[in-house]
């Protein structure tokens, strides 16, 4: 099993970057693709932006490409979510999870370990 605590959230303007990050515990880091999901209030959870278990491969939401970058470091059982240009619609919570190797990062159904989930507000 994973244990996976993500945190980095916070309240900012738009146009603002934040750096989310998820450290992960238990069973052997790099043998899980990584993927970062958001649910905003009375929607359903998202596809964010994912990666490979080697970090060879990433996934972006068409809503976050050229804006967010997801990345990991396997030596520090780490993932992180750059955010920039932050627009008030990225307001969610966000929640890392972890999934064994397979196929297609955007596959919710695929990720069985998640995170706390941390609170990202963008004013206007």
């Known amino acids: 099993q994973v244990q996976l605590a993500d945190s980095g959230g916070g309240l900012v303007q738009a146009g603002a970057s934040l750096r989310l990050s998820c450290a992960a515990s238990g069973r052997t880091f790099s043998n899980y693709d990584m993927g970062w999901f958001r649910q905003a209030p009375g929607k359903e959870r998202d596809f964010v932006a994912g990666i490979m278990w080697s970090g060879d491969r990433t996934e972006y939401a068409d809503s976050v490409k050229g804006r967010f970058t997801i990345s990991r470091d396997n030596a520090k059982n780490m993932v992180y979510l750059q955010m920039n240009s932050l627009k008030p619609d990225d307001t969610a919570v966000y929640y890392c999870?972890?999934?064994?190797?397979?196929w297609g990062l955007g596959r919710i159904k695929r990720y069985a370990y998640w995170g706390q989930g941390t609170q990202v507000t963008v004013s206007s």
């Open positions: 999870a972890g999934a064994a190797t397979g």
